[in-house]
């Protein structure tokens, strides 16, 4: 239990408040309040005990709950929390805020923490935070510790996310909740005016919103290429000669389209960049705004970039594992009997061993690429390197990549697009369809490579237009790329 006598005093501010300052936030001399007792709470004052705070927590029914709780904190009623603590947490559903307002006068001048996360993703407020704040109007609300998970919270931050993202719209308040957070272990990240609460309250709430369109374009093309190539290496030889080639639908076929799926995903990486630079080059100017589609995709590059990267090594794990089957033992056998049938035993064949030479070496230096493409693009990593680090990996490397990508596709297809047994009801084989985006995506940027286009891509993003006038593009609903307001300079 805490010491009476050990209670700070307060200085109080003028007008009776009793705002902390940051310079107050001592832990010892401080008290924190909580109120609730549940998950959130009792985590929550764990981490405070062993941080060095006093910790006072209000509960509607504290002897039930005392027990739950570390020694070194008080657990007693709302009012006495409210009463006793210099800054409160509030660890109750939002919903059950109202049935905290008879300690209006308790928390008045105080700063309060909302902690509450929403059930769903809101577009409009009010938040949490703000009703609370129009509850109690006399108290300083902060928003803050909802991105942090019971479990982080009683674990420590080595474990978990660290950072904290906090708003308020009173400076001070939120100054002290940040230095409480650093002596914590966490990171604060200051969001701004509670207006922003909006936004933290719905951060947990989102289920991988950068991710969603490129793993729906990854599936989509798996299934596409998945069938494409199961029409033509299952159904064809069963509809032709009766062959039945259905054991090669879960290896096999699976292994011919994880590299399709690889290569075109690695060329919608480079697409977007492409089609920038020409939309700039056909406007003469960069002052134009992308049309929303153009904007989402470039900024979801990253997780295109991923997502090719895994069905990549996918692929190699699949190839690595190939000499495994049963099918391919028993294959092999039957050549060998065929071969001293035939009395032929020399399968040897220069071109053959050649092209698989080139296509293994061309392929496992793509995937080195890749890799490093990948590991550049986590966050720990791409905080070590500059801008201009960054961009020659993921720029240059990365059209490396797509080129050598490419080539070990062009050698897999070697000379089999021209041989007409190579197109099974019509369909030309898979490699030539999957070769289309990467050539087109390398040939655009060759095309940027030519001196004077290159160069007037070069004055465009330095700010050099076409026309004398400036364009201010007013956005819209639909497409922020619609009416143009055009004034003399
Ligand atoms: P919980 O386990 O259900 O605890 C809620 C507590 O609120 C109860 O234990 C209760 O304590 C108190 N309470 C006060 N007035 C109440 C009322 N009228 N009706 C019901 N309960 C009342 O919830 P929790 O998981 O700790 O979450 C608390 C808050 O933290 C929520 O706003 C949540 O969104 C937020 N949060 C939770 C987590 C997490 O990991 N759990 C993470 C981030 C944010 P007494 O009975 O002792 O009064």
């Not at 050990?6 to 200085?11: D, E, K, N, Q, T």
């Not at 220069?350 to 986590?378: C, D, F, K, P, Q």
Request: charged share 15%; hydrophobic share 45%.
């Amino acid at each position: 239990m805490p010491d009476d006598m050990a209670r700070p005093l307060i200085r109080e501010r003028a007008g009776g408040s009793r705002h902390l300052e940051a310079s107050m936030l001592e832990p010892s001399t401080l008290v924190i309040g909580i109120l609730g007792t549940g998950d959130f709470s009792r985590s929550l004052a764990r981490r405070l005990v062993a941080s060095g705070y006093q910790v006072v927590v209000g509960s509607r029914t504290p002897a039930r709950s005392a027990a739950l709780f570390p020694e070194e904190s008080e657990v007693t009623s709302q009012m006495e929390a409210a009463n006793q603590a210099d800054l409160v947490f509030v660890a109750v559903y939002p919903e059950h805020h109202s049935t905290l307002v008879q300690l209006k006068p308790a928390l008045a001048g105080k700063t309060l923490v909302d902690v509450s996360n929403g059930l769903q993703i809101k577009q409009e407020g009010p938040s949490n935070a703000q009703q609370l704040a129009d509850l109690f109007p006399e108290s300083y609300v902060v928003k803050g510790f909802n991105t942090i998970s019971a479990w982080t919270l009683q674990a420590g931050p080595r474990d978990g996310s660290r950072q904290v993202f906090l708003c308020s719209d009173d400076q001070n308040a939120k100054s002290s909740v940040m230095q409480l957070c650093r002596r914590m272990g966490f990171i604060p990240v200051d969001m701004g005016l509670l207006s922003s609460s909006l936004e933290i309250e719905n951060l947990p709430l989102y289920l991988f919103p950068s991710w969603r369109t490129p793993i729906i374009c990854a599936l989509a093309l798996f299934v596409f290429f998945y069938l494409y190539n199961s029409v033509r290496d299952v159904l064809y030889p069963y509809v032709t000669s009766k062959k039945n080639n259905l054991y090669k639908l879960p290896i096999e076929i699976v292994n011919v389209t994880f590299p399709c799926v690889a290569l075109v995903m690695l060329a919608l990486v480079y697409l977007p960049g492409l089609i920038a630079a020409f939309l700039q080059l056909w406007w003469g100017t960069k002052y134009n705004r992308f049309p929303n589609w153009l904007d989402h995709w470039l900024i979801q590059r990253k997780q295109f970039g991923l997502c090719s990267f895994l069905c990549a090594v996918l692929h190699a794990i699949y190839s690595l594992c190939l000499p495994m089957r049963k099918s391919a033992r028993f294959q092999l056998i039957n050549k060998a009997f065929e071969q001293v049938q035939t009395g032929r035993p020399d399968s040897w064949v220069e071109e053959e061993v050649w092209r698989m030479e080139l296509y293994l070496s061309v392929g496992i230096m793509a995937l080195g690429l890749l890799s490093l493409l990948a590991v550049t693009s986590l966050p720990s990593v791409a905080n070590t390197v500059n801008w201009r680090e960054f961009t020659f990996v993921q720029s240059t490397l990365g059209y490396c990549a797509l080129s050598m990508a490419t080539l070990h596709t062009l050698i897999f297809g070697w000379n089999r697009a021209f041989l007409s047994a190579q197109y099974h009801f019509y369909m030309p084989p898979t490699f030539l369809l999957v070769l289309i985006l990467p050539l087109a995506v390398l040939l655009g940027r060759l095309a940027l490579f030519l001196p004077c286009v290159g160069h007037r891509l070069r004055q465009i993003r330095r700010g050099w237009e076409k026309s004398r006038h400036i364009r201010f593009i007013l956005p819209d609903d639909d497409c922020r790329n619609g009416l143009e307001n055009v004034s003399n300079v």
